[in-house]
């Protein structure tokens, strides 16, 4: 675990064992004082007579290493936590780097409250390894070690009796690990669970409160943390007792010391003299040894988390190079794509073209697989098998940057960043002018609501784009769209959940968006989409016709359900064609 770690640690790695080394010389200057009191005691044990300057020096000699001590111990953890937040910047640039390789999807579906716990609290956890238990722990361990040694050297026997409690604190510490370890896997899954459940409370609070706090999300947040509490109390339950028990054996070295060398002196197997010694050596031990075993109670803890850390890190990569785009045009080609997001396949070798230009409609129940098509489409997720290709280039075969800089993915839900309104479009194309962002809002139908917000465009999103609503903020996506130019378009229910009145600005500006280019929409309102060139019909993972409104309604049994359904609640106007709107 710690050479894990350390990996991290880079050029600061030194700094860590600089640090175990200042520290050890501080945890030595806070064991010798016992020796100088020995050393006071000696003489009247042995009703000795010392100048007074045999005292003062002593004396002077207990002073010096305390502040020798404070010292040390000062630098050693000024030093450790210099290498230790360093690390952690390392490791926190690191996980970023691996995240960053890794496929969009996978990353969105482990929710934001578990990455947020990852990068900030687990992280943040190691802190305590690098800045104490290594350094201080191993000096700590170090000195029980040296003063055990010497004591052997004074008397073997006495030496002998004051390492009797510590077995026994050992055996105590060791159930104690075996009886947390057995729980630690429960207490973190529902620490991780808790912390999504919050987040996702958090965010649907609005929802929460419209259906009363009775609803599924409040039960939810309600039982994980209740979850949490119960499996937090459930480890310290069978961890305290041995916890304190340890705990108070551990610094009793002097338990058999004392009586039974007590009974070597008298017996005359001992020294008077020597007993006090290892007295004195044992009281200087108690605390550094506990302060030792301490760092150790929250070593599994760590490695928990260390491990966790190292899994998402390794988890597989999506698979791009650094080559450019170079297809020969903007046609797509989905071959016989197969893809599961864990076991079970939810796409069953589908295959279909989009010609260059066209603008075609993926259709279907809910369930049936029309957004994860789009999904692969944009490389949020690598194909289990089959291939995705552009213009007869693989998406496998470009970097994601190449991709992306050939299209623009308007998805259901819209992030804002809370930076002003300009700026966010202006992401679409970072290197436009204001007056291309302006002209590019214009395009979207976003004039209006603008007008209305006190500073107009510099307004700030809000957290989230919380300030916005829901069709405004997808026409400052559309925006976006516009203004990012690229040759292909997929639209994601871009009109989904909207009153009729943002509806038809919504249209206006996707009019914009795909004018002469190749896209691909994704409509639960049929309506929508009755104009495009060709409509895919997906059902249940399956292709299960192409073709015009007209064909598909003829021949389609699938399409023709679809179109029922749609009649039924049906009230609105049709879109414009890709190539001509
Ligand atoms: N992140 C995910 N993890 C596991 N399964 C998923 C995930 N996203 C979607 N699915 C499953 O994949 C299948 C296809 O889902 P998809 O969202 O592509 O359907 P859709 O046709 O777009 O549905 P809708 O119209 O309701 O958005 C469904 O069975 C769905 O439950």
Same mark, same amino acid.
């Given at each position: ?31 010798? %004082? ?5 050393? =006071? ?67 969105? !579906? ?14 943040? +956890? ?24 010497? *004591?052997?050297?004074? /008397? &073997? ?16 510490? *060791? ?18 669970? *808790? ?9 649907? *609070? ?7 706090? /009775? ?6 947040? !309600? ?11 459930? &480890?310290?339950?069978?961890? &305290? ?6 705990? +108070? ?62 899994? =998402?890190?390794?988890? %597989? ?20 794509? $197969? ?15 989009? %010609? ?37 280039? /693989? ?34 194309? %970072? ?10 809002? /214009? ?80 409509? $639960? ?23 015009? $409104?007209?064909? =598909? ?15 039924? +609640?049906?009230?609105? +106007? ?8």
């Amino acid at each position: 675990m710690f050479k894990k770690v350390l990996e991290y640690a880079g050029e600061y790695r030194k700094t860590t064992y600089t640090s175990m080394i200042v520290m050890l010389f501080g945890i030595v200057m806070s064991v010798l %004082p016992f020796l100088f009191i020995y050393q =006071l005691i000696r003489p009247l044990l042995l009703r000795e007579i010392v100048g007074v300057g045999y005292i003062l020096w002593r004396v002077a000699a207990i002073a010096v290493c305390g502040v020798l001590y404070a010292i040390f111990y000062v630098k050693g953890l000024s030093l450790s936590h210099r290498s230790a937040y360093n690390t952690l910047k390392n490791l926190r640039f690191s996980l970023q780097g691996k995240l960053e390789k890794q496929p969009l999807g996978v990353i969105q !579906e482990k929710g934001v409250g578990s990455l947020k716990k990852m990068f900030i609290d687990d992280i943040d +956890s190691i802190e305590l390894l690098l800045a104490h238990a290594l350094p201080e722990g191993m000096a700590n361990l170090a000195v029980p070690v040296f003063v055990f040694i010497t *004591m052997f050297f004074v /008397d &073997w026997k006495l030496a002998l009796l004051s390492l009797c409690a510590l077995p026994l604190g050992l055996i105590a510490m *060791m159930a104690m690990y075996k009886a947390g370890t057995s729980k630690m896997g429960a207490y973190y899954a529902a620490a991780q669970k *808790m912390n999504n459940t919050i987040v996702e409370y958090i965010n649907g *609070m609005e929802v929460v409160k419209v259906f009363n706090r /009775d609803g599924e999300s409040y039960k939810r947040f !309600e039982q994980d943390v209740r979850g949490y509490r119960d499996f937090t109390l459930a &480890w310290y339950k069978v961890c &305290w007792p041995w916890m304190a028990l340890y705990n +108070s054996i551990l610094p009793c070295v002097a338990l058999f010391t004392l009586p039974i060398g007590a009974y070597l002196v008298l017996s005359g197997y001992s020294t008077l003299p020597d007993l006090a010694l290892v007295l004195c050596m044992s009281f200087g031990v108690g605390t550094p040894l506990l302060r030792a075993l301490s760092f150790l109670s929250t070593l599994p803890q760590i490695n928990y988390k260390i491990t966790a850390l190292e899994q =998402l890190m390794s988890a %597989p990569v999506l698979q791009q190079t650094k080559d450019p785009f170079s297809g020969k045009d903007h046609s797509i080609l989905f071959e016989n794509v $197969h893809f599961a997001y864990r076991e079970e396949e939810v796409l069953h070798g589908i295959s279909l073209k989009v %010609p260059e230009g066209s603008l075609t409609a993926f259709v279907g129940e809910s369930g049936s697989g029309k957004s994860t098509l789009a999904k692969l489409l944009v490389h949020y997720y690598d194909v289990t098998s089959g291939a995705v290709e552009i213009g007869g280039q /693989d998406i496998r075969k470009m970097s994601v940057e190449a991709l992306n800089d050939q299209i623009s993915y308007v998805a259901q839900e819209q992030f804002l960043f809370n930076m002003s309104l300009l700026e966010n479009i202006r992401l679409g194309r %970072p290197g436009a002018t204001d007056e291309e962002v302006m002209e590019a809002a /214009d395009k979207a139908q976003c004039g209006e609501f603008l007008a209305r917000l006190e500073d107009g465009i510099h307004t700030l999103a809000g957290d989230g784009g919380k300030q916005l609503s829901g069709g405004e903020r997808q026409r400052i996506s559309l925006a976006r769209a516009i203004l990012k130019d690229a040759p292909i378009v997929v639209l994601d229910e871009a009109t989904a959940f909207m009153d009729p009145e943002n509806e038809e600005k919504m249209n206006q500006a996707i009019a914009q968006v795909i004018r002469g280019k190749t896209v691909i929409v994704i409509a $639960h309102r049929l309506h929508s989409i009755v104009n495009a060139d060709r409509i895919c019909v997906l059902d249940k993972g399956n292709l299960a016709d192409i073709g015009t $409104h007209g064909e =598909l309604l003829k021949r389609c049994p699938e399409y023709q359900k679809l179109w029922r359904a749609a009649e039924s +609640s049906a009230q609105w +106007s049709v879109s414009g064609k890709g190539g001509d709107a």
